[in-house]
């Protein structure tokens, strides 16, 4: 096998036998996830790299601590092409590790050194799986990036910051050496035949682009290119992991599905698992020529609909970039000319209050601060006239001796310098603190004097029962209200029993005037009958005045108790109409009944408040 065969060079990092051992160790536990089994290759590589990710929980970390680790190994500084030995190798790794220990909670742990020789054997193990290959920057670097955990779009950033210029336009040159270290990892878990490297592939990515920035480089990238389709399917797996499907495999029959769902979209209900579908499972109708739609969430109808009639009406929002857009050119590195003091402006305060021998060391060691902070201005002076030579490993070589002399100084100057003796006027501080002491107890005596003012005007705001009964003011216009209150309802009380009794007088005078009518119309019904002959004039003569006397003189006891307007109706002649007479003097006395009523509460409603003005001015 490849890696047994890398196993057997040494690596100065123990014997040979130890080394193949542990890359045995997880190439067994590989052989027993039975990945080989998955027929497409792409799931097939993307499964196997995702188990080596966990296996050496590098999933637990992401790009920005491989950044960091890298910084802090000190490889920034190095050429990428440049050779690495594995004991700095080791270094980095166990520093990615063990950091990454302190950040995890107590109730999840892992073994840093068992995680550090497990990565560290498969990297090596990767860089043996092509002749003639040795251990770089780049590839520690292109490796690291590709198998730990975080964003992907975040990983080709820091991707694409290792291949391209000063500018922001990648270079085809470092491109090319990225892919062939990156595509060592599916060499490494033997599935180099299908994605193995060769020398078209950095050209077969960008076959037009001439300048091709971040922005070019994350839309390639993520939309698969054939060489890395694996890349992107290994961050879809991570994510769909523990996505629940609450339907059945149409063809293992299993109750629900974890990861990712596959419908068939031409057999109608057909649904497959994704270890059916990667396995190559067909039954009924269904074979694997038809096309399948890679699902990784579960939509129940009612949310489908409810999509289905935003889309329709136009609700649903545009669908947001895969990444948001960078600036095509990188950003500069700061000024720092205007930061950095021509003078550190502690050291004038300090020489103020020291003595004469203290004052001269103070001031050597100001004339070493100020010497220091020169070289660097000086320095980024030059950096700034000559961007390009950045990169470069003599001016990196500088800076670190740069700083390493600045670091030097600085301890020096700490550990020989003596704080000088201040003078502390310790009655000056006597006295703040008594004032502190007068002003704390002065708010607590304001603080009282509020609290026992608010307790009074809440009692009198609030005052009890018993000092308005113990008043015998009070106690009397009581009794007078109450007693001007029974007076007012025995009169209201008489006014309405006079009220029923005038309706009953004026319910039996209609009853008389409706019998009075009908006799009179029986009278002259009997009349026509017995003389059809016109009748002679002393006849009419002595009818019209007995019937005048009829209608001006009703009985008198019916009209007892009557008002005068009911007895100037029944007074009047014939002609007059006594029923709209007896409506209008039924209509007198309600509006007579109500202006007593009337009169009656306004008498209420003056004692009422004759009362309460009364009880105001008591209390004021």
């Known amino acids: ?22 890359r045995r160790q997880i190439l067994v536990e590989l052989g027993e996830q039975n990945f080989d089994a998955i027929c497409l290759s792409t799931y097939r590589t993307a499964c196997k790299l995702r188990f080596i990710q966990k296996r050496c929980n590098l999933h637990l970390i992401d790009i920005y601590n491989v950044i960091e680790a890298v910084r802090d190994a000190g490889l920034n500084a190095v050429e990428l092409n440049a050779g690495i030995s594995v004991t700095r190798l080791e270094n980095l790794v166990s520093s990615l590790f063990n950091q990454l220990s302190k950040r995890l909670p107590t109730t999840h742990t892992i073994n840093p050194r068992q995680s550090t020789v497990l990565l560290v054997d498969f990297i090596l193990a ?7 290959s040795h ?52 060499s490494a878990v033997h599935e180099g035949p299908s994605f193995g490297y060769t020398h078209t592939l950095a050209r077969l990515c960008f076959p037009q682009q001439k300048r091709v920035t971040l922005n070019m480089f994350l839309d390639i990238i993520t939309n698969s290119p054939q ?71 579960w939509k129940s109808p009612a949310m489908k609909l409810g999509r289905a009639l935003s889309r329709t009406l136009g609700c649903v929002p545009s669908r947001e970039p895969p990444h948001p857009l960078y600036p095509e050119e990188p950003e500069r590195t700061l000024n720092l000319a ?30 070493r601060m100020n010497e220091e902070h020169a070289l660097i201005a000086a320095y980024v002076n030059r950096l700034q006239s000559s961007p390009r030579g950045v990169d470069s490993p003599s001016r990196q070589d500088e800076e670190h001796k740069l700083i390493a002399r600045y670091t030097s100084r600085l301890a020096e100057t700490e550990s020989s310098s003596v704080i000088p003796n201040r003078s502390i006027n310790f009655d000056v501080n006597k006295q703040k603190r008594e004032l502190i002491a007068q002003l704390e107890s002065k708010n607590r005596e304001i603080l009282a004097e509020i609290n026992r003012l608010r307790a009074e005007h809440e009692a009198a705001c609030q005052p009890s029962p018993d000092k308005g009964s113990t008043n015998p003011t009070l106690l009397a216009e009581l009794r007078l209200l109450r007693q001007r209150k029974d007076e007012l309802e025995q009169r209201m009380s008489s006014l309405q029993e006079s009220r029923r009794e005038l309706m009953v007088q004026l319910e039996g ?3 008389l005037l409706k019998d009075e009518e009908q006799r009179q119309a029986a009278q002259a019904a009997g009349s026509s009958h017995a003389s059809p002959s016109r009748p002679s004039p002393a006849t009419v003569r002595s009818v019209g005045p007995s019937s005048q006397q009829v209608h001006m003189y ?19 002649g014939p002609r007059r109409n006594l029923r709209n007479d007896l409506l209008v003097a039924a209509d007198s006395i309600t509006n007579t009944v109500s202006s007593l009523v009337k009169e009656l509460h306004s008498d209420d409603g003056r004692e009422e408040e004759e009362r309460l003005l009364n009880g105001k001015d008591r209390a004021g």
Request: with cysteine.
């Open 338 to 367: 205007n930061i950095v003091p021509a003078r550190p402006i502690g050291n004038e305060a300090m020489l103020l209050s020291s003595s004469t021998p203290e004052s001269s060391k103070s001031l050597a060691a100001a004339q």
């Open 227 to 297: 060489c890395l389709i694996w890349l992107p399917l290994m961050h879809r797996l991570a994510i769909v992991e523990h996505v629940y499907h609450p339907v059945s495999c149409s063809y293992c029959r299993g109750n629900g599905m974890t990861g990712f769902r596959y419908r068939c979209l031409r057999c109608r209900g057909y649904q497959l698992c994704q270890n059916c579908f990667w396995h190559g499972n067909t039954s009924g109708s269904h074979n694997s020529q038809h096309q399948m739609k890679e699902h990784s969430s």
């Open 554 to 572: 009703p009985p008198q006891d019916s009209l007892a108790g009557v008002g005068g307007d009911v007895q100037e109706a029944f007074a009047q």
């Open 509 to 511: 005078l209609m009853k």
């Open 126 to 132: 990767a860089i043996d799986s092509e002749a003639d």
């Open 1 to 22: 096998m490849v890696m047994e065969e890398g196993g057997q060079r040494e690596r100065g990092r123990g014997g040979p036998a130890t080394a193949g051992a542990e």
């Open 135 to 186: 251990l770089t920057v780049l590839s520690v670097k292109a490796m690291l990036a590709t198998l730990c955990g975080g964003k992907l779009v975040d990983k080709l950033r820091y991707v694409f910051s290792q291949v391209s210029d000063s500018s922001g336009v990648l270079l085809q040159s470092k491109f090319d050496g990225f892919l062939r270290e990156a595509l060592k990892l599916p």
